[in-house]
């Protein structure tokens, strides 16, 4: 199981906890997804009822996120207010302000401020602001995963899950219908021509006790004339 440290002290130490809390919500989902994908395959088999606890205790354990990735967005906005709050800085002006007043015409100058503002948009686009507003997005993102309908959509999964289940009992009666077909024909005295059985798909031929000639369709019924 992943266990996983969420600090908000420090603009790095909290891009760095939403980085680590995303694995950690994932795999919940996921097995989330397979305890559902375990309860329908059971259903259908007629035993439901280990697997619907394990699917409860995968929504629990997704719910559960709610409020730690809640307090980690609250932190972030509050760490964006800080940083709004301060006053910005144009160290693009202020680099073509210091060559204009000290000496324009110098190319080494004019060239260290085009270092300089090329820096200070590096710097920019890596901020600590930048890092944080970035954070507060993956956490809300892994928060609205955390408290999606889960229960909901597992109520109509059961839903889906029970009409899977009749097919499959009444295709497997189907089945044994045909079965049992076959072998009261073998009882009463029959047989059949060539390998496979009485089907018709597989071109054998069938008589009854009377010399009757016939084959069995895919529907379990006896075609006569063959």
Do not use: W
Request: with cysteine; net charge positive.
């Amino acid at each position: 199981m992943l266990f996983v440290y969420l600090n908000s002290a420090t603009p790095q130490s909290y891009s760095q906890s939403a980085y680590d809390a995303k694995p950690l919500v994932n795999s919940r989902v996921s097995l989330l997804k397979l305890a559902m994908s375990r309860y329908v395959s059971e259903v259908v088999n007629g035993n439901p009822n280990t697997s619907e606890n394990d699917v409860r205790a995968a929504i629990a354990s997704l719910r559960s996120l709610e409020a730690p990735l809640m307090r980690m967005i609250d932190d972030g906005n509050h760490m964006l207010d800080f940083y709004s709050s301060q006053a910005s800085v144009d160290y693009e002006g202020m680099a073509h302000e210091v060559v204009r007043k000290t000496n324009d015409r110098d190319p080494y100058l004019r060239a260290g401020a085009e270092l300089a503002i090329v820096e200070s948009k590096r710097y920019e686009s890596n901020s600590p602001r930048v890092r944080v507003k970035e954070a507060v997005e993956k956490f809300e993102a892994l928060h609205a995963l955390a408290i999606a309908n889960y229960s909901e959509r597992f109520d109509e999964l059961k839903k889906e899950a029970s009409v899977q289940a009749r097919v499959a009992v009444k295709a497997a009666e189907h089945r044994r219908a045909q079965q049992r077909a076959y072998e009261r024909e073998q009882r009463q005295g029959g047989g059949f021509e060539g390998g496979g059985g009485c089907s018709c798909a597989g071109a054998n031929v069938c008589y009854g006790p009377r010399g009757g000639r016939y084959c069995i369709t895919s529907g379990g019924n006896k075609r006569y004339g063959i």
